[in-house]
């Protein structure tokens, strides 16, 4: 019956993950369904007082389980693999109480919210899925990461098989070399386009490394689910799109959502709202913003490069710097982009940006991004040319759509020399044909997302598949 759907929505508990998972649940409710959004405590803790702590939406609700790590764990890109291994031990059994009291008819209609009858759990959390089967819970996997990624995480047991990985030891040559078995990249996907992962061996071994296996084991379960969700659109991401289809049991492609669904911030870092005043102050598509998403980390030397041909391209810039980010105090990095920009107005930095706003301020002419999915898919909306320097996992063939297949940017992977910067921000900054492609890309989207293009159709299709009984 559609009006008893309940689904509870279970982000992996970093930044990227959670934004575009709030702008789904935002969606659900919206259309009418009931939704349970579970964080973990520590994230709940930090979002305290957030606009997103308070629900958009009468139908939208936040609970949490614990993670199993001390609040002041850093819970950084290194520590992934720990807080995974932390969640399988102490949130699992929290997340299978609460399941299974919430899907129970006897707790039906508690604060006017009917049973749990669904669960979309993030990909990247296969044990959400298995638990939820198991107390008879139907339940889908959300995959916040493009359809390309995915597909390149499952072709790698065809490219162990093929002998395409590990790459040759040495040294990183042959990263141009192209890629062979990853169906509709032909012509364009070269080994460096990869997750970064797959450059990596396990050491003194020809086996690749943990975290790609686990990305890729994660990748296989997820045919489990009743249906795979993407935040993506049919027309940026057609080929992948049909070439993952065979593997699952449904496939939805549904954004890119923060254009679909806004909602209020979920941001886990307080987001500065001084830059805004900044950006308007600057001439019209003149600032280069700056951002290299929720866990990106550079060393001295990297911010060292950055900063110089920054500066050196001329441009205001608008750089995001979180506190954890840089191998220094934040105190030394303020100090250096004083120093390098004469005390000017020529830099402003933040902790952190409300990246959307910012985005589509007129001021920005483009941006600087490691192109993590979310990031990417914001400036595609807003028809701003990107430069791209990738950092890990999805990012690195992220990228190389931007500089190859749609052209709305320029891919700088795996340099940072400051003459590197300067030329590529400088040409993202002037060329013509990027801004032209960039804007025809935010037109091409956004038809997707209008009413009868194929991202909201997809979401109404979505929206009936759970609702309907036993799915
Ligand atoms: C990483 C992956 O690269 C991404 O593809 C995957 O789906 C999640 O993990 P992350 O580094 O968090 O992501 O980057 P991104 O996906 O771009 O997400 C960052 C989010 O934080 C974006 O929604 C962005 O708008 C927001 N943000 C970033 C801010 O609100 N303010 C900032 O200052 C910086």
Known sequence: ???????????????????????????????????????????????????????????????????????????????????????????????????????????????????????????????????????????????????????????????????????????????????RGVPGTEGFLRRRDLPIQCRRRRSDSDDVDPMLRTLVDLTV???????????????????????????????????????????????????????????????????????????????????????????????????VLRPDMVGVSQATVLQEVARATGNGEQARVVAWAPQRDVLRHRAVGCFLTHAGWNSTLEAVVEGVPMVCWPFFADQQINSRFVGAVWRNGLDMKDVCEREAVERTVREAMESDEIRRSAEALAQQVKRDIAAGGSSATEFQRLVGFIREPGI
């Open 221 to 319: 379960q997820s045919r489990k689910a009743r249906a795979l969700i993407l935040n993506t659109a049919a027309s940026l991401e057609h080929a992948a799109l049909a070439h993952i289809a065979p593997h699952m049991r449904d496939v939805f492609a549904i954004g890119p959502l923060h254009a679909m669904h806004p909602t209020p911030s979920g941001s886990l870092w307080r987001e500065d709202d001084g830059c805004m005043a900044w950006l308007d102050a600057q001439a019209d598509m003149s600032v280069v913003y700056v951002s290299l998403g929720s866990l990106a980390v550079i060393s001295h030397e990297q911010f060292a490069e950055f900063l110089s041909g920054l500066v050196a391209a001329g441009y205001p810039f608008l750089w």
């Open 1 to 179: 019956m559609a009006a008893a759907a309940h689904v509870l929505v279970l982000p992996w508990p970093l930044q990227g993950h959670i934004n575009c998972m709030l702008y789904f649940a935002t969606g659900l409710a919206g259309a009418g369904v009931h939704v349970t959004f579970l964080h973990t405590e520590h994230n709940l803790r930090r979002l305290a007082g957030a606009p997103s702590s308070a629900a958009a939406s009468p139908r939208l609700r936040f609970l949490s389980v614990p993670d199993g790590l001390p609040d002041d764990h850093p819970r950084s890109v290194d520590s992934l693999l720990e807080l995974a291994a932390s969640m399988l031990a102490t949130s699992t059994g929290a997340y299978r109480s609460l399941l299974s009291s919430l899907s129970s008819a006897s707790d039906a209609v508690v604060g006017g919210f009917p049973p749990v009858t669904c669960v979309v759990a993030d990909g990247l959390m296969a044990w959400a899925i298995d638990i939820a089967e198991e107390l008879g819970v139907p339940s889908l996997a959300f995959r916040t990461a493009s359809a390309c990624s995915f597909l390149a995480y499952l072709s790698v047991p065809d490219l162990l098989e093929s002998g395409e990985l590990p790459f040759p030891a040495g040294g990183g040559g042959g990263l141009d070399e192209p890629v």
